[in-house]
């Protein structure tokens, strides 16, 4: 099985910044993609960025330009930095990770942190 533990959520003022971390633990199979997506109150869970760890990236269509995403694989641990935040990227993220090498589909999940983008 695979562990996910997640940090970084909270309170920010649009156009300001966030970094989200996620740390994977695995028991047996090394962990490839991993990555993030959200879900904001009443909309459907979306992509906001994924990465093997080959370095091939991902990242959702609303989010372009203004978010990336790293890893460190000696820590199997991802980072998800947010710039200029907007209200409409309020939402819970999820963290996800996989044994495959799909950038931004997982079998495992952490069990979100929340963003609020308000002044």
């Known amino acids: 099985q695979v562990q996910l533990v997640e940090s970084g959520g909270g309170l920010v003022q649009p156009g300001g910044t966030l970094r989200l971390s996620c740390a994977a633990s695995t028991e047996r199979f090394a962990i490839n993609a991993m990555g993030w997506y959200r879900q904001a109150a009443g909309k459907e869970r979306e992509l906001v960025a994924g990465?093997?760890?080959?370095?091939?990236?991902k990242y959702g269509d609303s989010v372009k330009g203004r978010i990336d995403i790293s890893r460190d694989n000696s820590k199997n641990t991802v980072y998800l930095q947010m710039t200029k935040l907007k209200p409409e990227d309020t939402a819970v993220y999820y963290c996800?990770?996989?044994?495959?090498?799909?950038?931004?589909?997982?079998?495992?999940w952490g069990q979100g942190t929340q963003v609020t983008v308000s002044s």
């Open positions: 996800g990770a996989s044994y495959y090498y799909t950038p931004d589909e997982y079998e495992f």
């Open positions: 990465i093997t760890s080959g370095g091939t990236t």
